[in-house]
């Protein structure tokens, strides 16, 4: 099942697990373009979004996310 393109995520990303690191990020070169260099990592986790048309959902997230930028 595809995520439509308009959601938003509501709550706290839980059981994340890394999928790659640096070089092994296919989409490094992009990633470094839009938003600069540093320690960037892709992440596999859990979240509920809320859909456009109101329902709430917990499907699996992955993305991209530069480690400068957690706390």
């Known amino acids: 099942m595809a995520m439509p393109d308009d959601f938003e995520v509501v709550g706290k990303i839980t059981n994340t697990k890394t999928l790659a ?11 470094q373009a839009r938003f600069g260099r540093g320690r960037w990592r892709k992440l596999k986790g859990v ?3 809320s859909l456009s048309d ?3 959902r917990l499907p699996k997230y ?3 996310r530069l480690m400068a930028l957690v706390r």
């Open 54 to 56: 109101g329902t709430i």
């Open 21 to 31: 690191v640096g070089k092994n990020i296919r989409e490094l070169r992009t990633l």
């Open 47 to 49: 979240a509920s979004v």
């Open 62 to 64: 992955t993305g991209m």
